[in-house]
Nanobody
C-alpha cells in the first residue's frame, strides 16, 4: 500500500526557514522522480520542485527558485524541502508525490508564513 507522509510544516515569520520531510513507503522510491507540490485555497495544486532518481538533477518553479532546495535520501525513502527566505505567498499545504506516476496523495503539511 502506497503511503506518503509529509511533516515539518508550521508557522514562520517572513524571511524565516522551514524544512519539510516526506517519508514514502509501498513503492520503490529510488526509481521515481519525486516532486513537492503546494495547494492554496482557490488555486490549483502547483508543483514547486522536482528531483530525479539519483538526486543529481533538480528543477524548481520560478516562484521558489533560489530560495527552496529539494533533496532526497534513497536509503531512508525520504525526500526533503529546505525552504529559506519564506514569503507570505508561500503559505499553502505542501504535498509530496511522484513527478510523473502520481500516487495516492497524503495529508500534506501546512506552512503558514505570517508576522
Amino acid at each position: 500500500q502506497v503511503q506518503l507522509v509529509e511533516s515539518g510544516g508550521g508557522l514562520v515569520q517572513p524571511g524565516g526557514s522551514l524544512k519539510l520531510s516526506c517519508v514514502a513507503s509501498g513503492f520503490t522510491f529510488s526509481r521515481f522522480a519525486m516532486s513537492w507540490y503546494r495547494r492554496t485555497p482557490g488555486k490549483e495544486r502547483e508543483r514547486v520542485a522536482t528531483i530525479y532518481t539519483a538526486g543529481g538533477t533538480t528543477g524548481y518553479a520560478d516562484s521558489v527558485r533560489g530560495r527552496f532546495t529539494i533533496s532526497r535520501d534513497n536509503v531512508k525513502n525520504t525526500m526533503y524541502l529546505q525552504m529559506n527566505s519564506l514569503k507570505p505567498e508561500d503559505t499553502a499545504v505542501y504535498f509530496c508525490n511522484a513527478r510523473y506516476q502520481i500516487q495516492p496523495w497524503g495529508q500534506g503539511t501546512q506552512v503558514t508564513v505570517s508576522s
